[in-house]
């Protein structure tokens, strides 16, 4: 063991803290960092992020309601009270009902008057009821809709009374325009073709259901201003709608009971829905899949209020394509015909080219879905205002149920882009986003409540981080960046981060449940694991982590720097161990050593030890560690405990921990102009293994221990303690 005092360059914070008025120059105490103003920096957080307001005690505590958020309401640091998020989300309708997102249940369109409802002046009539010979004139009508169109003009309105009228309409030649009474009165049974065929620009369709053996409504290739309008697809034997190409708007219609495909784009066209219902497609068992929307490589889509729900496999898959979705509800989707998957929507590159997909929604709710709400692989989503929530597991094994899971392209290095602003992810399974070789970007969004998986009962992280490979021994590393955000009330870890990189600003972390076992519960653990080949990477700055459990941040075999942070309150196991505020270890059989770099940051009211530092280096600077509790049978309780490494200490005040101010047992700590104030014991040494390395501590000027207003020379004691339990990873999840 080695007990010295040296003259040491001191290291000074970063960070300097604004004034109204330099002040008269004075001398700093030892701890205090002097600023460029002339002023002094005691220990603690240099400055509150936005969304925080400073104690009296340099630290922070977040602006946030009091009370939890109720579902469907949400609130990041900053935020005061609750704030709405997503969508309201309408009621399920009977078929042959409609309710967009604020909307009560209705029927399609009203029915008017007999015999032509709200149909304006027509130049055509069609009346199937009628039994003498016919001219097209409202006294006389055609009997067929085929007829009507025949006789029709480009741009003629084509009126049709109530009926069902068995045979397909085609508008391939003339922009005709067909206005039923209403859809519930209205219907056209499609035989060996599409109920519906358009092929000329201009063409319209309001108020008719379509039916029968094919397509429901098919939209040819080049057409333009295309309009279908309060119409009703339903229980077709092919697809319920397709836009093969061209410009076509959809508004206040349901497509219910179409087969494989509710409503499909085709390569190029660019597609509109507002007000539109898809719900309930049936799965084909060709292609096991029964996809609510789907746009094709190549292909756009625009959605305003659109309900995608109950459809089978996916209530939107696309693929190389653009979805640009506002107001829009994915709810309740089925497995495929094999009980696998059930998104709420996957958007996954043009398996041909690998063009990658684009989603963007705003204001939207993805509820209820199976296996994961929203899938990306090697493409680009981007949610704002959207809330996923209480994602299901997989039917066929009860596995799963994320929020969000992004992947790269499998056998490629391509990666997922994810943003996520101002959302909300609760009640999900498993974790609530999960990427595997995908980079995020996480903005003033609240994850809360994430469920353990039903299948293992493990799980329930908020968000999970986690490297890939592609196939050809080339890592895919995943990344988070994180800020103005709100963890809360997931269970296991808050984060996990696997051989990947989180950057965080201005977050709240809190309240981590324990796993199902009782352990973990952290609200960060950054962690090498075996067979892969990036170090973690973590960088925190001016967020809060409060009352979660074994430990509020972990770097295991990891590199973090973390600055102008809170840490807090961290719970001990409900086995009596941890409860450490910062937690430094290697996990075995990993290439990397752990290195942490603290500065300016409050680490109090923990258990067993402020930091903790098993293996590795670590540099604290202005720092305040304080007041570290024991556990229930009156244990632990250090200030710093450091069992191998080195750590190096200055202008920090490490006051009121209940063991020991430092304890080291077979490590190097270096201390230059640091307070140890009123702890149990100021400095401790223990000699450990009497085989391994000594304990060494190297005290420069400056450094002094006492209590009361005392400042004493600072003396090593030997007093037989035992160092703190040595860290683990935990079982992240993993898909």
Known sequence: MRFTWASLALLVACSSSAGSA???????????????????????????????VADASRACVAIVPADACPDGKMAVPGDATCKDVGVAEPPVCSAGMIAAPGEACRAISDCGAAPWGNAPAAAQYVDAAFAGTSDGTARAPWKTIAAAIAAAKTGDVVAIAAGSYKESADLSAKAVKLYGRCASMVEIVGAGAPALTIGASGAEAHAIAFTGGDRGVQVAKLVRDVVLDSIWVHDTKREGVVFLGGASKMTGSLVENGFGFGVRAGSGANVTLDGVVVRGTIVDTAIDLGIGINPDPGSTMTLHRVVVEANGGAGILMRGSTLDGDGVVLRDTKPQGSLVNGWGVGVEPDPDTKARAKLT??????ARNRHVGVFVAGSDATLESTAIVGTLPQASDSKDGVGIFAQHEKGTTQKSNVIVRGSLLASNRLTGIYLKGADLTLDATAIRDTLVEDKSNLGGAGATADESDDGHGHAVPSSMTISGSHFERNSACAIYVANGALTMDATLVRDTKPAHDGGAGCGVEAAAYENLKTKPTVVIRGSVFERNMTYGIGILSGEATIEDTVVRDTRSRTDGAFGQG????????????PKLALARSVVERNHEAAVSVSHGAATISGCSLRDTLAHDDGTYGDGVALVAGDVSIDATRIVGNHRTGITNFAGHVVLATTTLACNAIQLDGELGDPSGDPYDFELA???????SGTADRCQVLSTHLAPPFALMPGQRPKL
């Open 361 to 366: 929604l705003r204001s939207s709710l993805v």
């Open 22 to 52: 330099p002040p008269p120059a004075t001398a700093c105490l030892a701890d205090e960092t002097k600023q460029d103003d002339g002023s002094c920096r005691p220990p603690g957080v240099g400055a509150c992020a936005n969304g925080f």
């Open 582 to 593: 910062i937690a430094l270890a290697i996990v075995p059989n990993t290439p990397f050593d």
């Open 701 to 707: 000027p400056g450094t002094t221990c006492g209590c």
